[in-house]
Structures are given as structure tokens and as C-alpha cells.
């Protein structure tokens, strides 16, 4: 026999034609809200019987079934059946059957307009933790890695030309404050979406006389939304959700970026581990930094999402219309991708192997020249005059096929009188390094103390 849908025999003659059930029908996804429906429709229920809807034993029983829907949905014996168009539906149907017709009356006064959103917000407040956990893990590894990594030296890079050589602790770290970002926008996002649109109904409000302010807060939200048709059709929490999101993956994106450069025969500045690489089917020496590429890759869905969310938005007149229905697959598709990377990405930087040799080789002694500049301008040379000096010398050992520290103290005083002995003292790593000393700098001394800092803000949201 078929199933009744909510519609046939009302308003609604005939059945809906079997794609339209299937693209109408929003269950797979929104599913994921059970546990949200039952929070929400009990504190419906209890605002209803202080409105005067329900009679007491109405309410009881209410209240027993949505709590008995409730364990089915934790043990996992919740039958959903074929004719359950949504989250929404499939509660209230199974309501009715546990507790008879007074089932049904859960649903005065409400709407799916309002209930939808109720859910969606509800959802967020209890499960943002796993998302800011998840970004604290990943930002563990980064600091895991600043600490162990500690003396390693590489080039830096600016325009992927060697630049000047930093620590590579310093250069992990820069990634752990993307990630810091990260984690306030979403606590900002979080405060967008914690707001209750319960009580407005389907667009105008309710007739009946409830409470909105105490069902807010029963259901722990700061206020209820101030204006019904906006509570109904308010969708920018999902967009700052997915554009907080996106930007989490473009984060990881750019540092698998890098360390896939890193990862090659040329850098050779790391080695990923074979848990995070795959081989390749016709040649037999590859491995693949499949992981990061994947990450990267992913990236590119993320910004779409919030693309996809932003058109459907595009052209919706004010309150609900069924488009609304899309933004939880862009949303939980969004989610799942975001934690799925993060947990790939902390594993890969957890067990990547770092080839210091490799790094400290790799630094060019033209990195050296901003040193050099540095030193001129130390002995009264304006800057800008120091820099010319300095790329003159550049050239010249150029012109030799010399390193910037093989040309001979005579080739140097060639070109400005001022250098002296005491100019072969800066060509060191450590002392290039350790002279960016300022605050924020790459330096030893700061690294540690930026590391120091960087730990103070874990576990503070
Ligand atoms: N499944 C719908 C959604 O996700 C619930 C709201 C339906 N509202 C309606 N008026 N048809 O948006």
C-alpha cells in the first residue's frame, strides 16, 4: 500500500509524480537534524501548552513520544519510511503513531519555515566544537612542528624567489595563525547564526499567544529573531559558514601547496610519509603527494559551495521559498569536506620527514644581500644607496660565476671603500636569522617567544 503523504487528500488531489518526490524529498540530507527536531519540537510543545493549546495529558504524552522518537534516534531504531519528505515530517508522522491523533497537534502554530531554521541553528550550536577541535588539532600539529623543527633553516620566498633565510619553525607557525584566524571568524559566524526564528511561523507569526523570548532561551539561544520574514528566509548564516569554510581550504590548500614543491626530487626539503601518498599504476618509482594534492584540489569545491549558496540566495524575494532547501547540501557537504582535510592535513605534517641538510643547502647566498645592504646602511649609507651597492656586487659575481661569498675582499672594496674584514662575519645562517629580531621576526630568540604565544591561544574559545 502507499504511504500517505502530508498533502494527499487535503488540498492536493492526485499523488506527485515519482522525480518530483525524488527531487523534492530533502530526508537524506536533513536527517542529519534529528536529534535538532526533537529538541526543537519539545520546547515547541512546552510553549504551545503555555499557550493554552494542549491539555495536560496532550502535553504528557507529547512529551513521552518526541522522548521515545528520541532513543530511536540514538540507538538507531528509527524507522524512516518512503513517504518521509523531510526531518520535519518523518518526527510528526511518527509521533502520531506512538501517541494517536494528538500527535498531529504539535505542529499548531508552527511551520516547516520556521522549524527548518530553528533546526539548522540548533545544529550548529551543538556540533561547532567539533570544528573548532578539529582546527585546534590541525594547528597542534603546526606547533608540534615549530618545536621539533627548531634549527632547521630554508630559504624564504617571496615571487618563489629565494628571499632571505628563515627558521622553518617560523615558517609552520605562520600556518597556525592562518588557522587562529580561522577560529575567531567561526566564533563570529557561530554568534550570526545563534538566534531563534521559532514562533514565526510560516512568513507573519503566530496567532497564538507564545512567549518567543522564553522559547529562545529554552532552546538556548540569546533572542528570537526580531522580524518573521526575515527569520524565515535569513540564510547569511550558512553563507559565513561556507565562506569560513572556504577559507579554511585555502589555508591548507596554499600550505599543500608549498610542501608539495618541498616534497620534489628539485626541493627535497621534506619527505611525506607513504600513509599519506600513493603510487603510481604504470611507473614504479613514483610516489605521489596525493594527500596535499587532494586537499588542494578539494579547495576548489569549497569555494564553490559558497558560490552555489550565494546564486541560490541571489534572486529570493523575502520569506521562505523551497530553494531554501539546497543551502543544508551545501552546507554539511562543506562541513564534512573541511573536517575530513583538517584531519588529513595534521596527519601528513605530523608525519612527514623533515631533510634538514637538504633545507640549509638549498639557501642561495644571494640571500645573503639584504645582510650585506644592512651592513653598508650600519655604517652610515642610506638605504637606497646601500641597495644600489649591494646589486652592483650581485652582478659582479654574477659576471664571475662566483658566489656572493667567494668574490675576494678586493672585488668588494672595488665597489664601496666601506667594505671591510668584518663583512665575511655576517655570512652565516645563523647570524642572518638571528638579526631579524623584532618582534614577529624570524630570529631564534622570537620564534621562541612567538611559539610561547602561539600556545597561549589554544583552548581559549
Ligand atoms: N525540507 C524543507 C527545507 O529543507 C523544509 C521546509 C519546507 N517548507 C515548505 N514550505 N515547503 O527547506
Not at 503513531?97 to 550548529?124: C, M, Y
Not at 553563507?239 to 628539485?266: K, N, P
Not at 623584532?438 to 630568540?445: I, K, L, R
Request: net charge negative; aromatic share 8%.
Amino acid at each position: 500500500m502507499k504511504e500517505q503523504t502530508l498533502w494527499s487528500g487535503g488540498r492536493l488531489d492526485s499523488e506527485m509524480d515519482r522525480e518530483m518526490i525524488q527531487l523534492n524529498n530533502s530526508l537524506w540530507i536533513d536527517q542529519r537534524m534529528a536529534k535538532e527536531d526533537v529538541q526543537g519540537s519539545l520546547a515547541w510543545a512546552n510553549a504551545i501548552f503555555e499557550a493554552g493549546v494542549l491539555s495536560r495529558s496532550e502535553y504528557d504524552s507529547i512529551i513521552s513520544g518526541l522522548k521515545q522518537i528520541s532513543e530511536e534516534f540514538s540507538n538507531d531504531s528509527f524507522q524512516f519510511k518512503s513517504s518521509d519528505e523531510d526531518i520535519h515530517t518523518a518526527v510528526e508522522r511518527r509521533l502520531t503513531e506512538i501517541i494517536g491523533p494528538a500527535g498531529g497537534k504539535i505542529h499548531t502554530g508552527r511551520s516547516r519555515n520556521d522549524q527548518v531554521v530553528t533546526d539548522f541553528r540548533l545544529w550548529i550550536k551543538n556540533h561547532i566544537s567539533e570544528m573548532k577541535s578539529g582546527i585546534e588539532t590541525l594547528q597542534n600539529a603546526f606547533l608540534d612542528r615549530a618545536e621539533q623543527d627548531m634549527g632547521v633553516i630554508l630559504p624564504g620566498y617571496t615571487h618563489f624567489q629565494q628571499a632571505q633565510p628563515i627558521l622553518l619553525s617560523h615558517w609552520w607557525l605562520s600556518h597556525f595563525w592562518a588557522l587562529e584566524r580561522d577560529k575567531q571568524r567561526l566564533t563570529e559566524a557561530q554568534s550570526h547564526a545563534d538566534i531563534s526564528p521559532l514562533g514565526c511561523g510560516a512568513l507573519a507569526g503566530s496567532t497564538l499567544p507564545i512567549d518567543r523570548f522564553k522559547l529562545a532561551k529554552d532552546l538556548g539561544f540569546p533572542e528570537p529573531a526580531p522580524n518573521s520574514l526575515d527569520a524565515v528566509s535569513d540564510r547569511d548564516f550558512v553563507c559565513d559558514f561556507l565562506y569560513e569554510m572556504a577559507m579554511i581550504a585555502v589555508h591548507m590548500s596554499r600550505c599543500a601547496e608549498a610542501l608539495i614543491l618541498y616534497s620534489t626530487t628539485e626541493f627535497g626539503f621534506i619527505t611525506l610519509s607513504d600513509r599519506y601518498s600513493t603510487g603510481s599504476s604504470l611507473m614504479p618509482q613514483k610516489k605521489n603527494p596525493d594527500s596535499l594534492e587532494l586537499i588542494r584540489g578539494k579547495c576548489g569545491s569549497q569555494i564553490g559551495l559558497l558560490q552555489a549558496m550565494l546564486s541560490t540566495l541571489k534572486g529570493l524575494p523575502s520569506a521562505y521559498d523551497k530553494d531554501l532547501q539546497e543551502d543544508k547540501v551545501l552546507f554539511f557537504q562543506s562541513w564534512d569536506n573541511t573536517l575530513l582535510l583538517m584531519k588529513v592535513l595534521t596527519g601528513v605534517i605530523g608525519t612527514l620527514h623533515v631533510n634538514a641538510d637538504r633545507c640549509r643547502q638549498a639557501v642561495d647566498t644571494q640571500a645573503f644581500a639584504t645582510d650585506v645592504a644592512d651592513y653598508l646602511v650600519k655604517k652610515g649609507v642610506p638605504f637606497r644607496e646601500a641597495h644600489h651597492i649591494v646589486g652592483k656586487v650581485v652582478k659582479r659575481a654574477e659576471a664571475k660565476h662566483l658566489k656572493l661569498t667567494e668574490l675576494s675582499l678586493a672585488d668588494w672594496k672595488e665597489i664601496s671603500s666601506l667594505f671591510d674584514n668584518d663583512l665575511f662575519r655576517i655570512f652565516s645562517l645563523e647570524s642572518a636569522v638571528n638579526a631579524r629580531a623584532v618582534w614577529g621576526g624570524t630570529a631564534s630568540e622570537q620564534v621562541l617567544k612567538q611559539l610561547a604565544y602561539a600556545k597561549s591561544k589554544m583552548n581559549t574559545i
